[in-house]
T-cell receptor, first 118, second 112 residues
């Protein structure tokens, strides 16, 4: 079974530029997550999708960050315009769960995209 | 507000000995706890988990202990092997919600 795919793996941009990241989750996984991991910190959830709907985007800086999951499969995360503090690894994860109460469903992570903003 | 804390940024352990990684949490709504392992340039991978209805869960060399009254959990690895060298993240999730809150991680180095 193929894992979570992300591209690009690395990106260097200057502040105020725009950037987009792509994620293809494990086939059949209904739930997709984007995390931001700043150096020295743990991953922080930015947005959670279930199929093509947003479940939680409370920690997404909506003035500059946007995300979509058209057709409920792959997803893109965009930053426009980027700031220096956006330098981080952006991780995508997916799970087969639907956020129900019956059980916890493991999240599988992709390798991440390392963004450097100069 | 750091709801999940890993107070040891790094830990070095001799090969064959026990590694103990600690994690504290503050949110009483957390119901499910997980440990993830991360190698450089890779995403975190799930290692072991525990529900709040248990106080111990074992999987091979890995055991997680949960002390709800102290809001503390620990991961024991025995015996430690060189391949265990990685960053370990503690994470927690509230009941009925798969949203994970991660700690800052502990870098474990196993010395051959």
């Amino acid at each position: 079974e193929a894992g979570v795919a992300q591209s690009p793996r690395y990106k260097i941009i200057e502040k105020r530029q725009s950037v987009a990241f792509w994620c293809n989750p494990i086939s059949g996984h209904a739930t997709l997550y984007w995390y931001q991991q700043i150096l020295g910190q743990g991953p922080k959830l930015l947005i959670q999708f279930q199929n093509n709907g947003v479940v939680d985007d409370s920690q997404l800086p909506k003035d500059r960050f946007s995300a979509e999951r058209l057709k409920g499969v792959d997803s893109t995360l965009k930053i426009q315009p980027a700031k220096l503090e956006d330098s981080a690894v952006y991780l995508c994860a997916s799970s087969s769960g639907t956020g129900g109460l019956s059980s916890y469903n493991e999240q599988f992570f992709g390798p991440g995209t390392r963004l450097t903003v100069l | 507000d750091q709801q999940v804390k890993q107070n040891s940024p790094s830990l070095s352990v001799q090969e064959g000995r026990i590694s103990i990684l600690n994690c504290d949490y503050t949110n009483s709504m957390f119901d499910y706890f997980l440990w993830y392992k991360k190698y450089p340039a890779e995403g975190p991978t799930f290692l072991i988990s525990i529900s709040s209805i248990k106080d111990k869960n074992e999987d091979g060399r890995f055991t997680v202990f949960l002390n709800k009254s102290a809001k503390h959990l620990s991961l024991h690895i025995v015996p430690s092997q060189p391949g265990d060298s990685a960053v370990y993240f503690c994470a927690a999730s509230p009941f009925g919600n798969e949203k994970l809150t991660f700690g800052t991680g502990t870098r474990l180095t196993i010395i051959p």
